[in-house]
């Protein structure tokens, strides 16, 4: 939970820590003057309908510290939406994770103040495609991953993230498996799976993430030729020879985690991912040593405190989620069975 920031100096005390090398997550003083009258705005709004904020880590960090209630990584957001008594959900972050939270709150209304909420992921897949691939593979389960569509994933028998694929992809009563739509997540889970001498045919459809795709592994060459007891995180989105070369894998909030609870060791984290973790670590783990570039998600970075205060006064058609009732159920059940797998 966010603690209410109570003034611009305040404001500017938090985010002045961060420096992760794109001017984008950099604040001055003068910069906080001119955000904090737009985050005490939407406190009291906030407040006055009851919403609640749940923002994913890669926002801009004026939304974490600003104004979120919760941020996490996507099985904690998805956890958050759940739980919540808020009458309304305000989702800082792209939008199927702004669809999956109004399949678990049918009857709330949810918001995605995102003007720009794609995903290369979830875009690169149809649920007429998902259905021909049924087609074709009969025997396999088909799994999606959370960065899906509610349409996709209504074509799916149950949906996993980057914190659980590889343990519901072990207890998953098949050997045979069809993942989409990160062919990297899904040899990335097959190797961790064959590390424990766990063998199921894991097919995948080939769809990556844009900023993690990138990483190549020669950038952990250099890093520890620089750092040689550097500790490299890896998000398992990243290409499998990064991985394999990573020394902790994990989402964004695994990642987040070990920081903060390894923040005092004396060699540096190198973080292969995008920046906000980077940024909510500058803030949250004070003496951790941050070493590395910066990657940010055009669509996450979207977001800004503008659009949620908009959609929060007088939402857009467009910042309101609705699902086609006729998916509804079958997308429902594709998340509720992850919880059934990974609780
Ligand atoms: P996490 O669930 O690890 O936060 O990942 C979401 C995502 O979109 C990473 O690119
Ligand atoms: Fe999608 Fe990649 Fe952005 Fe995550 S970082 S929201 S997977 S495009």
Redesign the pocket.
């Known amino acids: 939970m966010s603690v209410a920031i109570a003034s611009p100096e305040a404001l500017y005390e938090k985010l002045k820590h961060i420096h992760v090398g794109n001017p984008l997550c950099e604040y001055t003083y003068e910069r906080c003057i001119e955000l904090f009258p737009i985050i005490e705005e939407i406190s009291i709004l906030k407040e006055e309908k009851n919403a609640l904020i749940l923002a ?1 880590t ?1 926002v801009h960090p004026d939304i974490v510290f600003g104004v979120a209630d919760h941020v996490g990584d996507s099985y904690g957001l998805a956890k958050a939406a759940r739980q919540t008594q808020a009458s309304i959900i305000l989702f800082p ?2 939008r199927f994770m702004a669809e999956t939270a109004k399949l678990l709150n049918p009857d709330k209304l949810v918001l995605d103040p995102n003007p720009n909420g ?5 875009d690169s897949i149809d649920p007429d495609t998902v259905w021909r691939l049924r087609r074709q593979y009969p025997q396999h389960t088909f799994v999606c991953y959370i ?1 899906t569509t509610a349409a996709v994933k209504a074509a799916c028998d149950v949906c996993v993230t980057s914190s659980n694929a590889h343990i519901i992809l072990e207890k998953i009563p098949n050997d045979r498996i069809y993942f989409l739509p ?1 062919r990297l997540l899904a040899e990335n889970t097959k190797n961790r799976l064959l590390k424990r001498g766990i063998t199921k045919e894991i097919l995948s459809y080939p769809g990556s ?4 795709e990138e990483i190549q592994e020669e950038e952990i060459d250099l890093m520890r030729y620089r750092f040689p007891d550097v500790t490299v995180l890896a998000h398992p ?1 990243c290409p499998p020879e990064v991985v394999q070369k990573a020394d902790v894998v994990g989402s964004t909030t695994e990642m987040h985690r070990y920081v903060v609870a390894h923040q005092h060791q004396r060699s540096p984290f190198f973080l292969l ?2 920046c906000g973790v980077a940024s909510r670590l500058q803030i949250d783990a004070p003496h951790a040593k941050l070493v590395g570039g910066c990657h940010l ?4 970075r979207s977001n800004s405190l503008q659009s949620i205060l908009a959609a929060l006064k007088q939402p857009k058609e467009s910042d309101i989620i609705t699902i086609e009732p006729q998916i509804q159920e079958r997308a429902r059940r594709c998340i509720e069975r992850m919880f059934d797998y990974a609780e």
Do not use: I, Q
């Open positions: 994913h890669y972050a792209v794609g995903c290369s992921l979830a960065n990160d993430c844009y900023v993690h989105e991912t995008e998600c055009k669509y996450m």
